[in-house]
């Protein structure tokens, strides 16, 4: 080989050697350019954003300000859930009629609506831990001489359709009782209180306590009776959606340890939650 033609070998040798060389490292490289590490870097987990429903017309619990903005106890505490348990949370007025079936079909996530925790409902929907104590309270008159749920008997009484106002009022007047006015909303069933359409509105106790208070010119009064069942609310969540409902849990958990519950509590009823426990010791 001349000197000429080893150089030009060299050359080419080289040429094609850093050829094949950049060809195999473009190879390996190709996948990890220098802006892929940013790229290729795991994104943070989006929040994930629950569908809420609510039956906005049961203040205090679930309500519309003059803004349209839904608001309330339930609403608070969902809220205060979803900050402690990283999660975010979109409210959207859902009637009563109708709510569990959106549940069930995947259309809300969840539901916060004062809603009972019931053996029959727990069949079709899963319930966070219980958040509420209620119980069911007789709206009438002032002049009425109802004293006790019995006493219902032969009158006409106002329920929300499909409540357990509806379910207690049933078992005391018969199931085909024509003495039962249901209506779509508990505040529909007290203004038909008010116009003498009926006799009496059987609601949670919290709800009635809170329309009498607001509305002296109708002349109400309040009727209790320990027959009545205590109650208690839970969030329903979509069945089998074991994910949320540990989220829920323990977001309520926090909530109570941390006395961001009882600052909520006392915002809407103006003092702390009674102990629980001595007053279900003594009604055992
Ligand atoms: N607590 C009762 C029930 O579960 C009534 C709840 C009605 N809630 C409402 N937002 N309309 O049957």
Same mark, same amino acid.
């Given at each position: 080989?001349?000197?000429?033609?080893?150089?030009?070998?060299?050359?080419?040798?080289?040429?094609?050697?850093?050829?094949?060389?950049?060809?195999?490292?473009?190879?390996?490289?190709?996948?990890?350019?220098?802006?892929?590490?940013?790229?290729?870097?795991?994104?943070?987990?989006?929040?994930?954003?629950?569908?809420?429903?609510?039956?906005?017309?049961?203040?205090?619990?679930?309500?519309?300000?003059?803004?349209?903005?839904? /608001?309330?106890? &339930?609403?608070? @505490?969902? !809220?205060?859930?979803?900050? =402690?348990?990283?999660?975010?949370?979109?409210?959207?007025? #859902?009637?009563?009629?109708?709510?569990?079936?959106?549940?069930?079909?995947?259309?809300?996530?969840?539901?916060?609506?004062?809603?009972?925790?019931?053996?029959?409902?727990?069949?079709?929907?899963?319930?966070?831990?219980?958040?509420?104590?209620?119980?069911?309270?007789?709206? /009438?008159?002032? &002049?009425?001489? @109802?004293? !006790?749920?019995?006493?219902? =008997?032969?009158?006409?009484?106002?329920?929300?359709?499909? #409540?357990?106002?509806?379910?207690?009022?049933?078992?005391?007047?018969?199931?085909?009782?024509?003495?039962?006015?249901?209506?779509?909303?508990?505040?529909?069933?007290?203004?038909?209180?008010?116009?003498?359409?009926?006799?009496?509105?059987?609601?949670?106790?919290?709800?009635? /306590?809170?329309?009498?208070?607001?509305?002296?010119?109708?002349?109400?009064?309040?009727?209790?009776?320990?027959?009545?069942?205590?109650?208690?609310?839970?969030?329903?969540?979509?069945?089998?959606?074991?994910?949320?409902?540990?989220?829920?849990?323990?977001?309520?958990?926090?909530?109570?340890?941390?006395?961001?519950?009882?600052?909520?509590?006392?915002?809407?009823?103006?003092?702390?939650?009674?102990?629980?426990?001595?007053?279900?010791?003594?009604?055992?």
């Amino acid at each position: 080989m001349t000197a000429l033609s080893t150089r030009r070998f060299l050359q080419l040798a080289g040429i094609t050697a850093a050829g094949l060389f950049l060809a195999a490292c473009g190879k390996k490289e190709e996948p990890t350019p220098p802006p892929a590490p940013v790229a290729s870097a795991p994104a943070p987990a989006p929040v994930k954003v629950y569908t809420v429903g609510t039956d906005a017309a049961y203040a205090p619990f679930e309500s519309q300000n003059e803004k349209g903005e839904i /608001v309330g106890f &339930d609403i608070e @505490v969902v !809220k205060a859930i979803a900050a =402690k348990a990283g999660f975010e949370v979109k409210f959207v007025n #859902t009637p009563w009629e109708g709510i569990f079936n959106a549940l069930g079909q995947g259309d809300r996530d969840m539901v916060v609506s004062a809603v009972t925790i019931t053996e029959e409902r727990k069949q079709t929907m899963d319930f966070s831990n219980p958040y509420f104590d209620a119980a069911q309270l007789i709206a /009438v008159k002032e &002049d009425s001489k @109802v004293a !006790k749920f019995g006493d219902l =008997k032969k009158l006409k009484v106002g329920v929300q359709t499909g #409540t357990t106002g509806d379910e207690a009022v049933t078992k005391l007047l018969g199931k085909n009782s024509t003495a039962i006015k249901r209506f779509e909303s508990t505040p529909l069933a007290l203004k038909e209180l008010e116009s003498g359409g009926v006799d009496a509105v059987v609601a949670d106790n919290g709800v009635v /306590v809170h329309y009498v208070a607001n509305n002296p010119g109708g002349k109400f009064k309040t009727v209790s009776d320990p027959e009545f069942v205590p109650e208690q609310y839970g969030i329903a969540i979509k069945k089998g959606n074991a994910e949320l409902l540990g989220l829920v849990n323990k977001g309520l958990a926090d909530i109570k340890a941390d006395g961001t519950y009882d600052k909520i509590y006392t915002q809407f009823f103006g003092a702390p939650p009674a102990a629980a426990a001595p007053a279900s010791a003594a009604s055992k």
